[in-house]
């Protein structure tokens, strides 16, 4: 079975950046999509990124600000923040699925994600 952690999470100020790091076990996640959740206090869980076999998909909420990508070399899909704000405090979660044909299925449908990561913390503050 599939493990995966999360890490990279922290306190940082608002305009500054993060790196998490998505790490698996047992589960080699180039065969894999992983997509990047996360879960605010108080709110639904939004999918922000997704990496595919056939791209890399962003929620409209994040895109231009969140890097996600492959480190083949380590098993680990990145995710870059930059520019933080407050509404970017939340639990990060990392999860895979097949890869998918995104002109018929959701990147973000969190049902069709296998594997999960317990989550690190992300909180924006100054």
């Known amino acids: 079975q599939g493990q995966l952690v999360e890490s990279g999470g922290g306190l940082v100020q608002p305009g500054e950046s993060l790196g998490l790091s998505c790490t698996a076990s047992?589960?080699?996640?180039?065969?894999?999509?992983v997509g990047w959740f996360r879960r605010a206090p108080g709110k639904e869980r939004e999918g922000v990124s997704c990496?595919?076999?056939?791209?890399?998909y962003y929620s409209d909420s994040v895109k231009g600000r969140f890097t996600i990508s492959r480190d083949t070399t380590k098993n680990t899909v990145l995710l870059q923040i930059n520019n933080l704000t407050p509404e970017d405090t939340a639990v990060y979660y990392c999860?895979?699925?097949?890869?998918?044909?995104?002109?018929?299925?959701?990147?973000?449908?969190?049902?069709?994600?296998?594997?999960w990561g317990q989550g690190t913390q992300v909180t924006v503050s100054s």
């Open positions: 999860a895979t699925r097949a890869f998918f044909n995104a002109q018929y299925r959701d990147p973000f449908h969190w049902d069709e994600y296998d594997y």
């Open positions: 990496i595919n076999g056939d791209g890399t």
């Open positions: 047992y589960l080699d996640l180039e065969y894999f999509a």
